[in-house]
């Protein structure tokens, strides 16, 4: 059963400027669940980058809550209340930016991802190292886990850090972009991984995205985010069938077909 692991309520985003606050986004309300792949569509400004920032406690919030919901009964915990090691626990959060790695080969960069775990001295037990090996095998990287990080294609390298971030056993994983400096075909193999990750070990995996026919594909859950609407919420097909996709895809020469969720470009 996927339950529900982060809520929103009436969430306020934005940032600090010399002129006040800016406010990116409000009201915006939602569950993400575990056992899903859940993607963050939008235009490039909507403010995709600055929830993932939020909900990840990179910055604060504007107003509203996020709750981290308790398990076994206890009450859920607003996570600006939460530690920076409760939240390296709770979330795991793999960047757009390409790590600039030198001199560490693939095994040592995925143990990174234990370091919430090992302490001040940072020494690794044989549990850890365990761990990191099942996160390895988890992404199919075996055969890279000695190659030095500096020589991996970009896709290799973003399944490197999918895996450092499975290391780190946190239920929640987001990803902003992760798909951004891939090839076609890596795209849809990365995609393809984190749902098949997100449903075999019951990760909450959520990220935003611009490749939006392969998110309609492969994701369980959609949160379409727009200046006209604001946080929109449902599968694919609800979506679709809402006339949300189509006001949010369509331009002159681009037509949606809803029923196939399929994008077609027409020319001119």
Request: glycine share 8%.
């Amino acid at each position: 059963m996927n339950v529900e692991t982060i809520v929103l309520k009436d969430l306020g985003i934005g940032y600090t400027t010399k002129h006040g606050i800016r406010v990116v986004a409000e009201h915006i309300k939602g569950a993400i669940r575990s056992g899903e792949l859940t993607c963050l569509l939008g235009a490039n400004g909507v403010g995709k980058s600055t929830l993932l920032r939020t909900l990840s406690a990179f910055q604060p919030k504007i107003s509203g809550e996020i709750l981290f919901a308790a398990e076994d009964g206890l009450q859920n915990r607003e996570i600006s209340e939460m530690s920076d090691k409760e939240l390296s626990r709770k979330i795991g959060v793999v960047l757009t930016e390409k790590p600039d790695v030198r001199n560490m080969r693939v095994r040592e960069l995925v143990s990174l991802g234990r370091s919430p775990y090992t302490g001040f001295w940072g020494t690794y037990s044989k549990e850890d190292l365990q761990i990191v090996d099942e996160s390895i095998a988890l992404v199919g990287i075996d055969s890279l886990s000695k190659r030095m990080v500096h020589t991996l294609s970009d896709g290799e390298r973003q399944k490197v850090m999918i895996a450092k971030a499975l290391a780190q056993q946190t239920p929640v994983i987001y990803l902003d972009e992760p798909t951004a400096f891939l090839d076609y075909p890596s795209k849809v193999e990365v995609l393809q991984l984190l749902s098949l990750i997100s449903r075999q070990a019951n990760k909450t995996i959520f990220l935003s995205t611009h490749d939006v026919e392969l998110a309609l594909q492969l994701a369980d859950t959609i949160w379409l985010m727009t200046h006209e609407a604001g946080m929109t919420i449902g599968t694919p097909a609800q979506l679709a069938q809402q006339g949300a996709l189509g006001r949010f895809i369509e331009r002159d020469g681009i037509v949606f077909d809803s029923e196939t969720l399929s994008i077609r470009i027409i020319k001119k």
